[in-house]
């Protein structure tokens, strides 16, 4: 087999997505630990539960979208469960199943923690980019996920922020 080695060009916009890749996720981890003590996977998760109807989801439904293991996510609920950030209990619908629901101390937590992300992610990357640069990252991120997701099996947990009736954020 050939491969298809990147030229300049394609390397040089690889080179700097992988360095995103690496220091956007420290930068919004630094962030949390420091003014929330949790990690920003900590975080996700009790903004995904914060978001479902009655701040609750089955634990598969919530490593769906969080695009996590259920073995990382139920080591992450552990965690938060220990510090009263969440709950778990039997699925009333099916007994064999477990559900995570918010406490209202992880609901608080995840109100307080709220204005610190945002602002974090605002000075690192919303704020870098104009608003035609936004629609155009949104437009490069769809493209990545269209290969990365192909059956679009996760499309619910990236495009659940799209306008009704938009198929994707670059897509019209």
Not at 18 to 47: G, I, K, N
Not at 64 to 93: I, K, M, N, W
Not at 106 to 118: F, L, T
């Amino acid at each position: 087999m050939d491969t298809r080695w990147l030229d300049n060009q394609q390397k040089a916009a690889w080179v700097r997505l992988a360095a995103v890749l690496e220091l956007l996720p420290a930068a919004l981890d630094s962030q949390l630990r420091r003014d929330s003590q949790l990690t920003h996977f900590d975080y996700f998760v009790l903004a995904i539960l914060s978001e479902a109807p009655g701040r609750t989801l089955r634990m598969t439904a919530l490593a769906d979208h969080t695009t996590a293991t259920l073995a990382r996510l139920s080591h992450v609920v552990q965690r938060l469960e220990a510090r009263g950030l969440l709950e778990r209990f039997p699925c009333p619908e099916d007994k064999r199943a477990t559900n995570a629901r918010l406490t209202e101390q992880g609901w608080k937590k995840v109100q307080e923690a709220a204005p610190g992300h945002v602002t974090t992610v605002r000075e690192n990357v919303i704020d870098a980019l104009s608003p035609e640069q936004v629609g155009q990252l949104a437009a490069i991120a769809d493209a990545v996920l269209h290969r990365l997701d192909p059956e679009r099996a996760r499309a619910a947990v990236y495009e659940r922020y799209d306008e009704p009736g938009q198929r994707g954020c670059g897509e019209s």
